[in-house]
């Protein structure tokens, strides 16, 4: 203590907080050895001291803080808070990190004065996106930009900061076994599928931000984070109203396949332009994702979601939730840190899993369109595509028949080359499923099947968390599926679907981790589904309101 103020290391006095986030608390401090202000950070998970964890993870936190601590320190980059030293000792409940004081406001309460311009926007852009692009090359992604984490220098100049989400990416995996780390309505949809450490998700949070930077208002705040979640996942998202030359960069920003994305120089160039600093000539931006549904009709010029990849169906809760009620991998969380992450996030996960996602989440698979020479059948199902014997049959109308999702599942299990699988999603033009990966225990590769093509294909490796709890979909009785329908189509309350998918699991916690389908229905006001077992028998039944 000197003169009634906490002294850390010997030398960094705390003169007062600046902020505080779930990773940890920002001091203003006082450099007592080169007489000079500077910002302290102790990096901590919520209220936790490192020293309460179990001690593997308190470990593992530690390394990985100190790691991607001296990353960003070797960052020497205008647009990126300076790091000037780290603090670490064995007799230190956690880390601390000695960064630059930047003087100025942050972007958040700039924009509590109104609005920018788009071109305004746009130069701000520019420098955020430079700050992304240095931390990116370095292997770190920041995971939570936002407004409250960029500052602005007395002169303008945006500076990012606060990556302690991108410092404690591996403690908030362990932490929150796969959970939600970052705000949601500035979330990449693909992290909600469990995608992570893709650079493509920090340009959709910056799109969000240039949204919100010219509108005032982000698209996608809802009442409660569930919703928000669910509205980042599927909502048609609002045309900006006084975006003027910053328009093309939100659609290209603010699309839901991170691969249809622009890479950063064609964005630099694209805000280079609407800044009105245009260069002497700008990349192509990359063609859109295809085969897939026709363009959003609420926004962007990407559809809504592509064919699903892992974890990426519209039929399935986010990543954070356990998809489905499908069981966790058999990896123990310390019981610490499962209390504190329990009272915040349980109710979300169900009000999520059993209500708003279910309500929400199939809004893309309303806007699917019919794929092009899709016919009506008549006298009974046909197969779709072919039937794996080489024969091609007429395209039908639905994958949401016995015949075509029997079709569905040999062809899942002729490019997997197992006849058993974690989770099946059937739509009415497309389909995915996860099976084990060959030679890999406890790993699953997701493929996926458009209507009309003749094979299904492995998309990537799936995060599906099931521990061995894997079945032959074959034994489902699909052929109960047409009364089954008609009784959902007259129970659930949903006066004229507009969106109507199945969702298969080798065991959904809520039957007792025993193998399940559920039919959803939905429309513009709300959704419903039905539960079964394997043998069609209605277990559980949940209606729209």
Request: aromatic residues 6%; contains cysteine.
């Amino acid at each position: 203590m000197t003169g009634g103020h906490t002294v850390i290391d010997g030398r960094f006095e705390l003169r007062g907080r600046l902020g505080s986030g779930g990773m940890g608390t920002v001091w203003r401090a006082f450099d007592l050895a080169l007489q000079r202000e500077v910002a302290l950070k102790e990096v901590r998970l919520a209220e936790v001291e490192m020293s309460e964890l179990d001690t593997d993870v308190a470990e593992m936190m530690r390394e990985r803080v100190m790691r991607e601590a001296r990353a960003l320190a070797r960052l020497d980059h205008p647009n990126v808070v300076t790091i000037h030293h780290i603090v670490d000792s064995p007799d230190m409940p956690h880390p601390w990190l000695v960064m630059e004081l930047v003087r100025g406001r942050s972007l958040q309460d700039r924009l509590a004065d109104g609005p920018m311009t788009p071109a305004e926007a746009a130069a701000l852009g520019r420098g955020v996106l430079a700050a992304l692009r240095a931390a990116h090359e370095a292997g770190i992604c920041h995971r939570d930009v936002k407004p409250a984490n960029v500052l602005l220098r007395t002169d303008g100049t945006p500076v990012l900061t606060d990556f302690g989400i991108a410092v404690l990416e591996e403690a908030s995996r362990v932490t929150a076994t796969g959970g939600l780390v970052g705000s949601p309505e500035y979330i990449a949809p693909e992290r909600l599928h469990g995608e992570e450490g893709n650079p493509a998700s920090d340009l959709w949070s910056l799109g969000v931000l240039l949204y919100v930077a010219v509108e005032g208002q982000t698209p996608f705040r809802r009442p409660t984070a569930a919703s928000t979640l669910a509205a980042v996942m599927t909502a048609p998202i609002p045309p900006s109203q006084r975006a003027g030359a910053l328009s093309p960069v939100l659609q290209a920003l603010l699309i839901r396949e991170p691969g249809a994305r622009p890479s950063p120089a064609q964005l630099d160039a694209m805000l280079a332009q609407a800044s009105g600093d245009t260069p002497t000539s700008m990349p192509t931006p990359p063609p859109f994702p295809t085969p897939g549904p026709k363009t959003d009709p609420g926004f962007s010029t990407s559809p809504p979601f592509a064919p699903p990849g892992p974890r990426t169906d519209p039929g399935r809760p986010p990543a954070f939730t356990h998809p489905g009620g499908v069981r966790p991998r058999g990896s123990k969380v310390p019981a610490a840190v499962i209390m504190i992450f329990a009272l915040g996030v349980v109710a979300t996960l169900i009000t999520t899993v059993l209500i708003v996602v279910p309500r929400v989440i199939d809004a893309a698979a309303r806007r699917t369109p019919d794929l092009p020479g899709a016919r009506e059948t008549s006298g009974g199902p046909v197969d779709a595509g072919n039937g794996g014997d080489g024969k091609k049959e007429p395209e039908v109308k639905t994958l949401l028949t016995p015949a075509t999702i029997r079709s569905v599942i040999k062809r899942f299990q002729a490019a997997s080359g197992s006849t058993r699988f974690a989770q099946m999603t059937v739509h009415q033009t497309h389909a995915s499923a996860d099976a084990p990966a060959k030679g890999r225990p406890g790993k699953f590769d997701n493929y996926t099947y458009q209507k009309g093509a003749d094979a299904a294909v492995r998309g990537r490796p799936s995060i599906a968390i099931t521990e061995d709890a894997v079945v032959n979909f074959s034994s489902f009785n699909w052929e109960a599926l047409p009364k089954l329908m008609a009784k959902a189509e007259r129970t659930l309350n949903v006066k004229n679907p507009t969106s109507r998918y199945i969702i298969a699991d080798a065991a959904w916690t809520f039957n007792g981790d025993r193998p399940t389908w559920r039919i959803y229905l939905s429309d513009d006001y709300g959704s419903g589904y039905m539960a079964m077992n394997a043998k069609g028998d209605v277990i559980t039944s949940y209606p729209a309101d």
